[in-house]
C-alpha cells in the first residue's frame, strides 16, 4: 500500500503537542493593525490548540506527526 501524503499547508501551520493534541497560531494578526488595541494584538499573538471538533481533520491531514 502507498505512503499517504501529508497536507503541506497543513503542516506549516500545527504543530503535535506531547498529549496527541495539535497547536496552532491565530489569524487577525498580518494587516490592518492601527484600529486594534495593543491588548488585542498582544493576546492574538499566543497559540492555541485546536478544537476537539477539528483534531480529526487535522490528523488526517498530518498522517505522520
Given amino acids: 500500500m502507498p505512503k499517504i501524503k501529508t497536507n503541506r499547508g497543513a503542516a506549516k501551520r500545527f504543530s503535535k503537542t506531547g498529549k496527541g493534541g495539535f ?3 491565530q489569524s487577525f494578526r498580518s494587516h490592518i493593525l492601527t484600529k486594534k488595541s495593543p491588548k488585542r494584538k498582544r493576546q ?4 492555541l490548540q ?11 491531514m498530518l498522517p505522520y506527526s
Wanted: aromatic share 0%; glycine share 12%; proline share 0%.
Fill in 23 to 25: 497547536k496552532r497560531g
Fill in 44 to 47: 492574538l499573538g499566543a497559540t
Fill in 50 to 60: 485546536v478544537a476537539e471538533s477539528d483534531t480529526r481533520a487535522v490528523r488526517k
